[in-house]
């Protein structure tokens, strides 16, 4: 017992120095180890989430195209946005926005909140599961069919 005193007397500051230098040698270690796992994770979700969101993108472009010959989408980048000329519908995206919510159940942007030259302009939000985009989509193009024959 007495040993274990002496060993303790002589050593029990290095020992505990050790200790407390391993574990903030442990700590910055999981910190940093935390970081790049962050890192990495972020990149991935990047990836899959822009490639997601970009096919949503370019599946509603495709859509309006085809089945919509009065709306125009316009190009964008960097965004899941979709910006949508309806100006050949009606000049008034608050009023046409009001109705296809009312008629659809479906909710888009006016463009008015982006300023007076956005009046005819909707936006379109494509970053959501890819049913739920076939749905407003297809919302979309029914509330715009029964505007034009109101």
């Known amino acids: 017992m007495n040993d274990l005193k002496e060993i303790g007397n002589k050593y029990g500051g290095a020992i505990i120095g050790f200790l407390v230098g ?5 700590i910055l270690f999981c910190t940093d180890l935390y970081k790049v796992i962050t890192g990495i994770l972020l990149v991935i979700a990047c990836v899959y989430f822009g490639n997601y969101i970009q096919k949503n993108k370019d599946y509603a472009i495709s859509f309006i195209q085809k089945e919509m010959n009065d709306v125009y989408v316009v190009p964008t980048e960097a965004t899941y946005l979709l910006w949508i000329d309806c100006h050949k519908v009606c000049m008034d995206s608050v009023e046409l926005t009001s109705f296809i919510r009312e ?48």
């Open 103 to 150: 008629k659809t159940g479906l909710y888009v942007s006016d463009g008015l909140e982006y300023g007076e030259n956005g009046k005819a302009f909707i936006r379109m939000n494509v970053a959501c599961p890819f049913e739920r985009l076939k749905d407003g989509l297809n919302r979309f193009k029914e509330g715009i069919y029964l505007y034009q024959n109101k």
């Open 22 to 26: 391993l574990a903030l040698a442990i």
